[in-house]
C-alpha cells in the first residue's frame, strides 16, 4: 500500500477552529463523513481534535490525525516532547502523521538532521506511525531524503489550488514516492467568479468551491480544506465524486498564476 492510499484523499482542516464552535465543526464533519484531521501545535486545536473523536463514537483507528511541529519544537531534545505533549493534549497514545511545519522559522534555517533524526526516533517508538514534513521546497526534500534515506516521507504539505498549482513540486514529490497534500485547497475561495471554473461547475452542477477541490483530488493529491458551518463541510466532502475530464483538467491547468497566499517574509526560498 502506498502512503497516498494510507492518507484519506479528504481532510479536515483545524485552523481557526477553536473553542466550542470549533468542536462543533469538527465534529460535523466527522458525522458528515470526514476521517482525516489536520491539525499542528501551533493552531490551538490539538484539543478540539481529540474532543470531536471521543464525541463522535468513532473508533481511534478509523480517523487518521495529522499533528506540526512548531519550529521551537525542532531542535534535538525537544521534538520528542513536544511530540509527547501533542499526543497527551489530544488524548491519543500516538498520532499517524507527524509533519515539520516549516524548514525556517522567523530566526533562519531550522537544523534539519537534528530535528529529523528526532522525528525518525518518535517514529520507531510510536509516537506516530508516518512522518513527512511541511513547505519544504525540492531542495528541502533532497536534504532530508539524504539524512533519512527514500521512502521515509509519507507527504510533503504545502500550498497547493487552481491559482498556484506548483508544478514543479508536485511533480517532484510524485517522481519521489511522497504524497502531496494541499493547503488551502479552495484558495480561502479566490476561486469564485473565474469564469472557467464557473463554467465546469455549472456543467457538473456544482460550486466553485467544489471543483477547486475536485481538480486537485482528481490528480490523486489530497486535500485539507476547512469551514466553520455546517453545509460547506458538506458541500466541500461532496466533491470527492466529482470526476472532471481530461479537458477539463487541461482547462483548469491553464489558470495557474502563481498566487500564492501564505507567504511569510521568513519562509523558504519557494520553487
Ligand atoms: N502547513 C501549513 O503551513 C498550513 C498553512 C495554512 C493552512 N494549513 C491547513 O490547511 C487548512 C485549510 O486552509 P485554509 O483554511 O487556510 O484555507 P481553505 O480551506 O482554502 O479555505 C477556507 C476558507 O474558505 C471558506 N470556505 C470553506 N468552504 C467554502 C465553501 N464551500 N464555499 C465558500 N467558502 C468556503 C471558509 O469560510 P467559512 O468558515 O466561513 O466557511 C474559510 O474562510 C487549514 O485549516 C490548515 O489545517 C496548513
Given at each position: 500500500m502506498t502512503t497516498t492510499s494510507t492518507i484519506p484523499p479528504i481532510g479536515f482542516g483545524t485552523f481557526g477552529r477553536t473553542g466550542p464552535e470549533g468542536i462543533e465543526a469538527l465534529l460535523s464533519a466527522l458525522e458528515t463523513g470526514y476521517r482525516h484531521l489536520d491539525t499542528a501545535q501551533s493552531y490551538g486545536t490539538e484539543a478540539e481534535c481529540g474532543e470531536a473523536l471521543r464525541r463522535s463514537?468513532?473508533?481511534?483507528?478509523d480517523v487518521f490525525l495529522t499533528t506540526k511541529i512548531t519550529g521551537d519544537n525542532c531542535q534535538s531534545g525537544k521534538l520528542i516532547r513536544s511530540l509527547r505533549q501533542s499526543n497527551d493534549t489530544i488524548g491519543v497514545?500516538?498520532?499517524d502523521l507527524a509533519l515539520i511545519?516549516?524548514?525556517?522559522s522567523p530566526t533562519g534555517k531550522l537544523p534539519m538532521a537534528e530535528y529529523l533524526a528526532e522525528l525518525a526516533e518518535a517514529q520507531t517508538a510510536g509516537l506516530t506511525r508516518l512522518i513527512g514534513v511541511s513547505n519544504f521546497t525540492i531542495a528541502d526534500l533532497m536534504e532530508a531524503e539524504s539524512i533519512l534515506?527514500?521512502?521515509?516521507?509519507?507527504t510533503n504539505q504545502f500550498e497547493r489550488h487552481p491559482l498556484l498549482q506548483n508544478h514543479k513540486l508536485v511533480d517532484f514529490c510524485r517522481s519521489r514516492g511522497i504524497a502531496v497534500t494541499c493547503y488551502l485547497p479552495l484558495a480561502r475561495g479566490a476561486c469564485a467568479g473565474i469564469a472557467e471554473i464557473e463554467a465546469i461547475a455549472g456543467a457538473h452542477n456544482a460550486t466553485v468551491h467544489q471543483i477547486a477541490l475536485a481538480y486537485s483530488l482528481n490528480q490523486g493529491l489530497i486535500v485539507i480544506p476547512t469551514s466553520g458551518r455546517r453545509d460547506r463541510i458538506a458541500e466541500n466532502f461532496a466533491a470527492g465524486a466529482i470526476r472532471l475530464s481530461p479537458a477539463e483538467l487541461e482547462r483548469i491547468g491553464r489558470l495557474d498564476c502563481g498566487a500564492r497566499q501564505i507567504d511569510p517574509v521568513w519562509g523558504p526560498a519557494w520553487d
Open positions: 463514537g468513532l473508533a481511534r483507528e497514545d500516538r498520532v511545519h516549516w524548514p525556517v534515506g527514500e521512502g521515509r516521507l509519507a
